[in-house]
């Protein structure tokens, strides 16, 4: 039996290197950076950076996976979700997708209870929260955006979408729907936003926003990013 066995004649398992035997093997390098001890440094710190890696991207895979659960609902399904999402009645779904309001109806209690929701209206927070409606469903109803020849839209229209932005909880809004070939028109409204050169929007930086692609359309999306900030002040106070 060698020292590298035990009295079973299997191979014994390496000791642990201790944090005091691995800080003089460190001084030891600092010497002599050529030695066998510096590949042993170099292939313990690469271990514990790939681990450090390992460990953050599983976090992040966690918090991913509760924040953003596979959407039990089928198309169809969400179809309804979305179209309660934006407000409609049974009748307007109904018309929307040709069906019947009884089916509709049908519908909406099987996804309240496939979610694990309480009523509808909780149905369509878990929806939004968890991102299973894409942003570019949710349509800001009733607001004119400013026209091609700069001109402003009524007061109340900007504080109007400002607000449901707000009140979207950090969820995506779409603002407005422009011909892609009015991209560029998005893009500086966007960015008007984002800078509070339009005051409702203020102050600079507390609304995200972002110009997506939606076939022949483009479309400006916005979301209130100062919101979680805010919650862990009140929370600290």
Not at 59 to 80: F, N, S
Not at 143 to 170: H, I, K, Y
Request: proline residues 6%.
């Amino acid at each position: 039996m060698t020292k590298d066995q035990d009295s079973g004649g299997r191979r014994a398992a390496p000791l642990p290197i201790s944090p005091g035997h691995l800080a003089r093997i460190r001084q030891d390098v600092m010497v002599n950076p050529r030695s066998v001890a510096a590949q042993l440094i170099a292939a313990i710190d690469q271990l514990q950076a790939d681990n450090a890696r390992l460990a953050t991207e599983n976090m992040h895979l966690r918090r991913d996976a509760a924040q953003h659960p596979i959407c039990p609902l089928t198309p169809r399904q969400l179809a309804v979700l979305t179209g309660a999402a934006n407000g409609e009645s049974r009748i307007e779904t109904a018309r929307r997708l040709a069906v019947a309001e009884q089916t509709v109806a049908s519908f909406r209690k099987i996804i309240v209870a496939r979610v694990g929701a309480r009523n509808l209206t909780q149905a369509v927070a878990f929806a939004l929260t968890r991102e299973w409606i894409p942003a570019a469903a949710i349509v800001v109803e009733g607001f004119s955006p400013v026209a091609l020849g700069g001109d402003r839209p009524p007061r109340s229209g900007w504080a109007g979408v400002a607000q449901r932005v707000r009140g979207a909880w950090g969820g995506w809004v779409v603002l407005e729907r422009k011909p892609i070939n009015h991209r560029r028109v998005l893009t500086n409204t966007a960015y008007r936003i984002r800078k509070a050169r339009i005051s409702h929007f203020g102050p600079a930086g507390s609304f995200d926003t972002r110009v997506d692609n939606d076939g022949p359309n483009a479309v400006l999306l916005a979301r209130y990013a100062a919101l979680s900030s805010e919650i862990t002040e009140r929370a600290s106070a």
